[in-house]
């Protein structure tokens, strides 16, 4: 569709018809695979953005185009009204990998968030009584722009102009065991924490946190959420970023990742929470529907393979190593941060100015606050491909970093 345009034709276009609810760059990638992606003017990219943690298998992955090709001869959408057998699989090989029982399906994060909201509050108010309605989030978070989500996103810019904002939720700073301890009480309905705060500037949550996040909710009746839309689905080297802590939720959601480019969103939830929702409590009329559900089984083959996720582990480290390296070649000052293939690397002196220059050598990056450079890298990207992103930052560092 629109063969043939430049990107400048593109971009006029683009933005006399698409409402203007992102500050895009100059780019339309129109072919991808494996870990590259092409523009359509022809320029080859080494993405790791991908899709900012969705193309977590990589363009074309054959299992991902197997499943859409099946899914599309056979049958893309029935309504929820109906059993769905693919989306009835999916919740099996979620609830076997994780400590959840029970699984709502829906299309996007910030849908998961909302329903996990819902559940939690439906929850507290059956078994504790309507003045159990608080929600916690972490100042710096990120869940989703509907009004539930941004209102639990734990950064003003999101809220702005939207008021008023639902009520009953409020937020602490991320590790801060004493400003946990005050806050959470008997109106706690839920604390909602990502693991590793992804938009925020990748900042993970100390496992001590966690665990005291847990004893409270214990303490007070509070369902523990954990946000792993970004995190989860094999990014940390574990499935689930929790497990790296030993912490379990008994609420999570994911999104992104699990459809490897078609929309799903999930939230997941042991059987006493579950059990909250009745028919007619929440729906999504797209929500599991056999195409998304068929990809996501289809991801999760892939995740769950032996010897899938201790690869991931061992390339991120690499990668990992590379980058403090670098840090310390130019000395970049604050260390490299985050897990597994989600990580932070701060370089105030560059700024936003650092995606650009990346881009011009052929390397997709993402800068977060104007400051911190985050990289998602496909889970396969290779070792070679890994030796690529890294000599171009290093080119990059050479020629800019004074
Ligand atoms: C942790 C987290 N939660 C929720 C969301 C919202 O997801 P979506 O954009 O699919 O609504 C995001 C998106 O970046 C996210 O990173």
Known sequence: MLEGLSTAELVAKGQAVVMNTYGRLPLALVRGEGSWVWDVEGTRYLDFVTGLAVNSLGYGHPAIVQAIQKQAKEILHTSNLYWIPNQIALAE????????SKVFFCN??????????KLARKYAKKKYGEDKFEIISLKNSFHGRTLATLTATGQTKYQQ???????????????????LKERVNEKTAALLIEPIQGEGGVFPASEEFLRAARE?????????IFDEVQVGLGRTGKLFAHEWSGVAPDIMTLAKALGGGVPIGAMLAGEEAA???????HASTFGGNPLATAVGCAVLDVMRQPGFLEDVRERALYFRQGLEHLAEKYKTGESVRG???????PLPKLGG??????RERGLLVNCIGGKTLRFLPPLTVSKEEIDQALGILDRVLSENWK
């Open 93 to 100: 090989r979620l609830a076997e990998s994780s400590f959840a």
């Open 108 to 117: 996007s994060g910030a849908e998961a968030n909302e329903a996990a909201i």
């Open 161 to 179: 102009g939207f008021a008023p904002l639902p009520e009953g939720f409020s937020y602490v700073e991320i590790n801060n065991l004493g400003e």
């Open 216 to 224: 409270l909710c214990d303490q007070y009746g509070a369902l523990l």
């Open 275 to 281: 059990a909250a929702f009745q028919p007619g409590d």
């Open 339 to 345: 897990q597994g293939f989600i990580l932070g690397w």
């Open 353 to 358: 100015e650092v995606v650009q220059l990346c």
